[in-house]
């Protein structure tokens, strides 16, 4: 039976991974068309370097990305801080108030946003797309902090205080330095977060501002050309890289005893 | 008292206030406003502004009268293709989601039953793995398995070269095939979490009483999953039939689902209150599921309690 | 050194009174202990004085300070938590240098003054550890250090042993004891151990739905339970139910039970509730005579349990109430159950108490 299982498992491997690394593959191969046999070249990649409007639209995602980890992140933060730490009435529907971003089906919340951004004149592209993904990373951040601080006792910070903090010092010397991995994580996620967004992405950007997985669905829809398959391995490797990361920090119970 | 006292004599603390800081409640409404206030203008302002749009008769534009109507919620009745693609969404849903479940299961099982240590939390990191990557390229990798002369095909004629096409890209089955890939993990996931906790015990206890195996899954593994299998189902279901990237990118011609149309309308056709109120009666469907489902794991977990 | 005055204070959390006023005083160098079961409001009142919570009403003073109003981190008060409250992220040293740092205390005089104290607690070179290093035992010292290093006016303790085991406790209780003589600190302590309240404190003080109701030298809470409820939280007790008449109290079979000298007795006819300790009872088989000025009674055995060097008696007196009584396993024979037994105490080891039934 154990057997069986580990057998199962390795199926399981094989259908998440297979298709990823085919793509990843074609991106090697000299043939336009994707045909066989395989001749390994990398010149898909050097095309990349000439292809000025995926290029920009890189930079766009990784400058977003980093904007909506930094956004997200302190005020993530923040609330998390407050919903964990402090007496606050109705504290169950503040918590249930950041399901809808995660529940409800991107497509719905990214045309909702459209609609309301054009109806108040705040409009398209690098703003809308900043307002739109922060609001996305913010619950997750939230959760991922909440978690991190459900481990930390609260009485750290009476102990603190008996000996002469106030609450904003104890916080920043006790309680800040244990949530730091927790922070760090929860940035990660969302620059993650952000970096993979396509739905609300495609909604809210202008044909001048766009971010790669925006760029790489209207290639798609153009055509096939293993130009696509560079790009997506680039991109794919980047936030396989950034959750690796985030694993190894956020990792339960992790490195924080044995600092 | 002794004179021997171990340390000094210092006082009250230097430096330190000795009054209270600012009121505790505008200090947790200055710490929560900035995520709520974003909350609010990103996700609820938006959604409720959709909600007034979806009952306006046209996309408002320039001076032209704004005229309220009921006509949108009403499209299922008067553009009857409507009815059919709805149908095939959820339909695809269906088969997404039971495939999910099935594989998922068996896979979170395997992981509970048959590995341990290291090797359990190595395959559960790449198990998860692909899943916070990017949705869109993962499609568009199935088109290289899939397309004729693809990888499917390649691996096909290397048995029998003289074979035909299997590809099945711009098909039904593709889609739910590219859906059941971006969604697996989840299942997976939550399936784990809820079998991980089954105590070694409890299956022993089965065995000595006889239970077969398949007696000791249906009705010990199955039941105490059944919360995992729930939520999995509902955090596959939802965003499967909303979606619309993997319809396009894997059905082609054949992909028209209530996603697609949804957008159409807010990219193509620029009829931005029938979108809305598309979108709010396909919310209104995920919420009656929602609420189904959340009974009817109330009831469960009561139950087993 | 100070001591601390607590006045007319109440609490409550919406309709849940938790303290209702409460007066009481905790003289200078003196140890107190708050005793009481859970939800007693005893760790409330011990974080009212140290300012975690805020009274509805009333005042605490420490030394001429009133510190109603006053914030925790301003009120130089030394705690010790439950769970030790360790800063994990910090080593010993920095762990007890905290409250020094708070004070401007840094350099030189704080490495000495961090020294003196870790060597208090007898735990010299265990600075440079993590507090994960350490045991159960030797966290809890550190956390008396970082208490200590501080030279509070008040040192609390809210259940500090309570997460150590029995022999580590034990250990403890002494180092404890042996700590608040040497720095004559006023300490209040919290415990739910009767045991604990009893060996360490000067006063214990027994709270029940958020009152005081009690509160005196150990022996004499012990001794000389006011309350039924006194009398059956700390220790085991017998129960017996009479009439008075000229400090006599007639139990429902007709025995006559006489009052302690020293004991006020109430007008006659009044229906009273009488307390004995069980280990201060004799018991011998048979009906028997007592010696003149004893109290007696008749009881059948109707449980004997052995524990080696003690034996537990439980019985049923002639008036029908439940009686227990420990004795001495000193002749090795031990009586049957269903025996008949005579039950004998000196009157002054009768406790009226005043709650009647």
């Keep these: 039976m154990i057997a069986l299982g580990k057998f199962y498992l390795l199926a399981i491997l094989v259908f998440l991974y297979l298709p990823i690394i085919v793509m990843m593959a074609m991106g090697f191969n000299d043939s336009s068309l994707y045909e066989l046999p395989f001749h390994f070249t990398t010149k898909w990649y050097v095309a990349l370097a000439d292809n000025s409007q995926l290029i920009s639209s890189g930079i766009n995602s990784v400058v977003i990305a980093l904007i909506t980890a930094v956004v997200a992140t302190v005020a993530g933060t923040m609330a998390a801080v407050a919903l964990g730490r402090r007496v606050i009435r109705g504290k169950s529907l503040l918590q249930l108030l950041l399901l809808p971003p995660i529940a409800i089906p991107w497509l719905i919340t990214g045309t909702a946003m459209l609609v309301f951004f054009f109806w108040t004149g705040i409009g398209r592209g690098m703003h809308a797309l900043i307002l739109g993904h922060v609001a996305l990373a913010i619950p ?120 | 008292m002794p004179a021997d006292i171990p340390v000094a004599s210092t006082g009250t603390p230097s430096g330190v206030p000795a009054r ?220 499967v039939i909303g979606a619309f990237m993997e319809p396009r990118i894997l059905g082609g011609r054949v992909g028209v689902t209530m996603g697609t149309v949804i957008e159409d309308q807010f990219t193509q056709a620029f009829n931005w209150p029938l979108g809305a109120a598309l979108s709010f009666t396909m919310l209104a469907v995920v919420l009656a599921i929602f609420a189904t489902f959340s009974g009817v794991l109330r009831r469960n977990s009561g139950a087993a309690a | 050194m100070t001591n601390v005055k607590i006045n007319s204070v109440a609490k409550n959390y919406g309709q849940v009174s938790v303290l209702s006023d409460i007066t009481t005083q905790f003289p200078e160098g003196s140890f107190t202990s708050l005793l009481g079961p859970s939800g007693s409001g005893k760790t409330t009142l011990l974080r009212i004085v140290a300012g975690f919570v805020t009274p509805d009403s009333g005042t605490v003073s420490i030394g001429s300070r009133n510190v109603t109003n006053v ?186 039970i006489r009052l302690a000298d020293a004991e006020v007795a109430p007008s006659d006819g009044q229906s009273v509730t009488l307390a004995v300790r069980p280990e201060k009872i004799r018991i011998v088989e048979g009906v028997a005579d007592a010696e003149p000025g004893l109290n007696r009674l008749q009881a059948r055995v109707t449980a004997v349990i052995y524990a080696g060097a003690a034996l537990t008696y439980v019985l049923t007196a002639s008036d029908g109430t439940p009686f227990k009584i420990f004795a001495q396993n000193t002749t090795g024979t031990i009586i049957p159950e269903g025996a008949q037994v005579t039950l004998t105490w000196e009157p002054k080891h009768t406790i009226l108490l005043q709650d009647q039934a």
């Design chain 1, 140 to 259: 997750y951040v939230v959760l991922v902090v909440g978690t991190g601080l459900q481990t930390i006792r609260a009485d750290l910070e009476e102990a603190a205080m008996s000996l002469g903090s106030t609450p904003v010092h104890a916080f920043f010397s006790v309680t800040l330095p244990l949530l730091a991995p927790s922070i760090l994580g929860a940035a990660l996620f969302a620059f993650a977060v952000s970096l993979d967004q396509f739905v609300i992405s495609y909604f809210l950007s202008t044909p001048g501002f766009t971010t790669l997985p925006v760029q790489i669905y209207s290639a798609i829809r153009k055509g096939f050309t293993p130009e696509i398959n560079a790009i997506s391995t680039i991109l794919l490797l980047g936030s396989m890289a950034v959750i690796v990361v985030f694993a190894v920090f956020a990792r339960p119970g992790g490195n924080r005893d044995k600092r």
């Design chain 2, 20 to 239: 209270r800081g600012i009121p505790g409640s505008v200090a947790t409404i200055a710490l929560l406003l900035p995520s709520y206030a974003w909350l609010l203008l990103a996700v609820f302002l938006p959604l409720c502004t959709m909600f007034v749009f979806s009952f306006m008769n046209a996309t408002p534009m320039g001076k032209t009268p704004i005229v309220f109507t009921l006509k949108h919620y009403q499209a299922f009745y008067t553009q009857p293709y409507l009815v059919k693609i709805a149908w095939d969404s959820l339909l695809m849903g269906f088969w997404a989601t039971l495939s999910c479940a099935i594989l998922g299961f068996f896979a979170a099982l395997a992981l509970a039953r048959a590995t341990t240590g290291r090797v359990r939390e190595t395959l559960l990191i790449l198990i998860l793995l692909p899943f916070w990557t990017n949705g869109l390229v993962r499609v568009f990798s199935w088109t290289m398995v899939l397309r004729e002369g693809g990888f499917l095909d390649m691996l096909l004629h290397s048995v029998l070269p003289d074979a035909g096409s299997i590809g099945f890209l711009y098909t039904r089955p593709a889609i739910v095939l590219g859906l059941v890939h971006g969604y697996l993990p989840y299942m997976i996931l939550t399936c784990y979490i809820a079998l991980v906790t089954i105590d070694d015990s409890i299956l022993e206890a089965a065995e000595s009483l006889g239970a077969r195996w398949w007696t000791i899954l249906g009705k010990i593994l199955v039941p105490l999953a059944l919360p995992g299998l729930t939520t999995g189902a509902v955090l596959t279901f939802v965003p």
């Design chain 3, 71 to 256: 914030p925790v981190w301003a009120r130089n008060i030394g705690m010790v938590f439950q769970s030790y409250a360790l800063f994990p992220h910090m080593t010993v040293r920095e762990n007890v240098a905290f409250g020094l740092a708070r004070r401007g205390i840094k350099g030189a005089e704080a490495r000495s003054q961090i020294d003196r104290a870790l060597e208090m607690v007898r735990l010299p070179g265990f600075g440079d550890r993590k507090p994960k290093q350490l045991s159960g035992g030797q966290q809890q010292r550190v956390a008396l250090a970082r208490a200590l290093v501080i030279q509070p006016s008040v040192l609390l303790l809210d259940e500090p042993l309570s997460a150590l085991d029995r022999r580590l406790r034990q250990e403890m209780q002494v180092e404890l004891k042996r700590i608040q003589r040497e720095t004559g600190l006023t300490t209040v302590f919290v415990t739910h151990d009767q045991e604990e309240a009893l060996a360490l404190s000067d006063q214990v003080a027994i709270l029940d739905r958020g009152q005081i109701v009690q509160m005196g030298v150990p022996t004499d809470i012990y001794e000389k339970p006011k309350t039924r409820f006194a009398a059956e939280f700390l220790g085991d007790t017998n129960f017996l139910t009479g009439t008075v008449s000229a400090r006599i109290v007639t139990l429902s079979d007709g025995t006559a």
